[in-house]
């Protein structure tokens, strides 16, 4: 992990980011991921930021994504999906079930 490239979104972070081959983006996101899915290389990961789940939702800019569900009930919480998206656009492609509950699904663009 730490020699593959990352890039966070943010308007607060400063230019330099400690962990290495990181950079943040800045400005148009939506301009600065495309260009990132135009270049040869690997899959692009999303990790822990809803809002930035939907902008590029709503720019047709995420290909797959995995549903983690956790037994667990909190009672409250954030909707992953905000009012407006298109999530039916995408259909269930795998399911991973696992000893201790947990179930990932993946879904991909119909």
């Known amino acids: 992990m730490n020699s593959l490239p990352k890039y966070v979104a943010s ?5 330099h980011l400690a962990w290495n ?3 943040v983006i ?7 991921v495309t260009k990132l899915k135009q270049q040869p290389g690997r899959d692009i990961l999303l990790y822990g930021s809803g809002q930035l789940f ?30 407006g998206n298109q999530p ?8 991973t079930t696992f000893s201790t509950g947990v179930v ?4 991909q663009q119909a």
């Open 54 to 83: 939907n902008t590029l939702l709503d720019h047709h800019l995420i290909d797959d994504f995995r549903l983690w569900v956790f037994p667990v009930v909190l009672g409250s919480g954030k909707r992953l999906f905000r009012d």
């Open 26 to 32: 800045r400005g148009d996101v939506v301009a600065e």
């Open 21 to 23: 081959n990181s950079q």
């Open 88 to 95: 039916g656009s995408f259909q269930l492609a795998d399911t």
């Open 104 to 107: 990932v699904l993946c879904y």
């Open 11 to 15: 308007s607060t972070l400063d230019e």
